[in-house]
């Protein structure tokens, strides 16, 4: 009881302290207005690069999506390159002098981004495509305007498979080594391709929470689950590691995620993991038992309504995360604490209910802030981050939607 009673007069002290340091801006912030406390980002970063053990960590881009904290965490010891999610925001960070090891995480046949890429003989050596398929490599060939040699690393399923059962992303059809041999034979004997590294994402490991209180069962299978996964999984990447290098002298071998750091880096074949929500901890990072959650990022909107004495409304606040349809993809109202969405209109585009205990408090111009489920997202929603120590915003920065880009 104790605990829990700390927790929400911590919630209560982070919202006042929130509020004073936006409070102080002029002109005043838009809604929704987002906020990262540097305090916890940065300790975040080096609990990371603590379970890294000396493995360099890649940042994701796709959980920040604000150049100067993707910056700030390359500056952090223990982190090093950028895993990309699109090849013209992989362009602009290396035109922007944020990477020069840029490793874009997904497929693309983007063909005016890979014309570019195909035509800057300095970008070309900074990043490094994923493939799956050898269509993939038709897709940079007819996309060409020069001979530049592309780079490229093969994205390896990580799922776990019990029989005919999968278990994890549906990404790559790279399974069995035979697969993945296949490909890896067609990169390099394809002029104008170097074949540099290999990616196994265990999302069913890295993504899942498996300490959730009100679901004790399903945790327990869950947490099965990835000790069958990183199991499987050590021992079909040595085996993937040893066929390919005969054919090629790989410089890198990516895994895992927030969710997975000790136990991608406690496979030898791994030579450097991913991480991305671990800097920012959404509300889908609060259960898992590899780490401790410090809640980084926030958005706040206004109280607008009051339509009764234990329900408010505020502007917005419908930012709800990608993913499966469910509770766990809204929004969640964090501070002050006692306040939840209602069942029947849950998070609203242009207007939120919110009913609760805490609800009795809050006058028309209070400011609710709320943690979004999934990290990076958010900042599709906003121009500016407003970095904050303490009860002062310190810097306000672009997000990439802010410097005039859409990926």
């Not at 603590?50 to 920040?64: F, M, Q, Y």
């Not at 919110?354 to 999934?374: E, N, Q, S, Y």
Request: glycine fraction near 10%.
């Amino acid at each position: 009881m104790t605990a829990e009673l700390d927790g929400l007069v911590a919630r209560h002290r982070l919202a006042t302290r929130l509020t004073a340091a936006v409070a102080a801006l002029d002109p005043a912030p838009s809604t929704p207005t987002y906020v990262v406390d540097l305090d916890a980002f940065d300790a975040n970063a080096a609990d990371l690069a603590r379970r890294a053990a000396g493995t360099p960590v890649r940042v994701a881009t796709k959980s920040l999506r604000v150049p100067a904290l993707v910056s700030r965490a390359l500056e952090q010891p223990g982190f090093h390159g950028v895993l990309a999610y699109a090849l013209r925001e992989a362009l602009w960070l290396h035109e922007q002098g944020l990477g020069d090891d840029i490793v874009l995480g997904y497929p693309t046949v983007d063909r005016a981004a890979l014309g570019r890429l195909t035509g800057d003989a300095a970008a070309a050596a900074a990043v490094t495509l994923m493939v799956d398929d050898v269509a993939q490599l038709d897709a940079v060939d007819a996309a060409r305007t020069s001979d530049v040699p592309v780079r490229v690393a093969l994205d390896v399923d990580a799922g776990l498979r019990v029989g005919s059962t999968h278990v994890g992303p549906k990404r790559s059809p790279l399974h069995d080594v035979g697969q993945v041999l296949d490909v890896a034979r067609a990169v390099v004997e394809r002029p104008g391709f170097a074949l540099v590294g290999a990616m196994t994402y265990e999302g069913q490991v890295a993504g899942v929470p498996d300490d959730v209180p009100d679901q004790r069962a399903r945790s327990l299978v869950v947490r099965r689950i990835k000790h069958a996964s990183v199991s499987q999984l050590a021992r079909r990447r040595a085996e993937v590691v040893a066929a390919l290098r005969d054919l090629a002298d790989l410089e890198f071998l990516n895994a895992g995620g927030s969710g997975s750091i000790e136990t991608s880096t406690g496979d030898p074949s791994v030579t450097e993991v991913t991480a991305g929500s671990g800097l920012l901890v959404p509300a889908l990072f609060d259960h898992y038992r590899s780490f401790t959650p410090r809640p980084a990022a926030y958005f706040a909107v206004p109280v607008v309504r009051r339509p009764a004495e234990d329900c408010v409304t505020v502007a917005g606040g419908g930012l709800v995360a990608s993913g499966p349809s469910g509770r766990d993809r809204s929004p969640l109202p964090w501070a002050p604490p006692g306040l939840h969405l209602t069942g029947l209109e849950g998070a609203g585009e242009v207007q939120t209910p919110l009913v609760g205990p805490g609800a009795g408090t809050l006058r028309i111009g209070d400011l609710v802030w709320f943690r979004h489920a999934k990290s990076g997202e958010v900042a599709e929603h906003v121009r500016h981050a407003h970095l904050v120590r303490g009860d002062e915003v310190v810097d306000v920065v672009p997000t990439y939607r802010g410097t005039g880009h859409a990926w």
